[in-house]
């Protein structure tokens, strides 16, 4: 049942979050079984999706008949009810679906849906707003958190590393980052190596810890 190739997935929750959700696996040939209380949300979504279902999820004869338990993969894309998000994370525990991905608003949600089972927990509104105060206060383009404490962050090349080699710059000694990949005016992004040499005006991708990363960039 857990098949790698079995590109079938549960969305609970059309609102804004699940049908984005559900219409890109859509488009990257998933087969998507959508699911709402509302029948005007599923109605939007009627044509788009390869099934979809009027339902109230808590219900567990509901989720039965649906089949719920022949799926592999169930998104909870049910943010602000939090009551539904979680007894609704409990029966897709409980009727065995091996993997469960659930949508919290906040830590705390987030960690009573892993107490009661849910194997990946995303925070988009907690994690896109780290991330936007990490673009604001610093100055990177770009910038995502991988891990607790480890980060790659986009960034313009700064003048200190300008002209060398990277293995002549020993950038990795000074800041603690490597330097993955380089992007010259008017090209694409390229690996970097230890014989990549920066220009002014070059972006450049980098990783390291968090503080590292933004200590970099802040060299800038
Ligand atoms: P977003 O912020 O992504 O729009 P919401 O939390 O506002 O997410 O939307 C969640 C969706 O889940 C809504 O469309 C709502 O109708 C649906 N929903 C809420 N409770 C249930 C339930 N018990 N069964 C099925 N769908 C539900």
Known sequence: RDRPDDK???VIGLGRFGS???LELVNRGWEVLGLDSNPRLVQTYADALTHTVVADVTDEEALKQIGAAQYA???????SHLEESILATSLLVDMGVPSIWAKAT??????????????????????????VAHL?????????VLDAGFA?????????LLGRTLRETRVRQQYGITVVSVKRVGASFTYATQETVLHKGDVIVVAGRTDDVERFAEST
Request: positive net charge; hydrophobic residues 40%; without cysteine.
């Open 20 to 22: 984005s959700l559900a």
């Open 136 to 144: 604001l206060s610093g100055r990177m383009l770009d910038y995502v």
């Open 73 to 79: 993969r169930a998104v909870v894309a049910i943010g």
């Open 152 to 160: 790659l962050g986009k960034t313009r090349a700064p003048r200190s």
């Open 8 to 10: 079938r997935v549960l």
């Open 106 to 131: 906040n830590r705390r949600h987030g960690r009573i849906l892993e107490q009661v089972g849910a194997d990946h927990v995303v925070l988009p509104e907690h994690d896109m707003g780290e991330r």
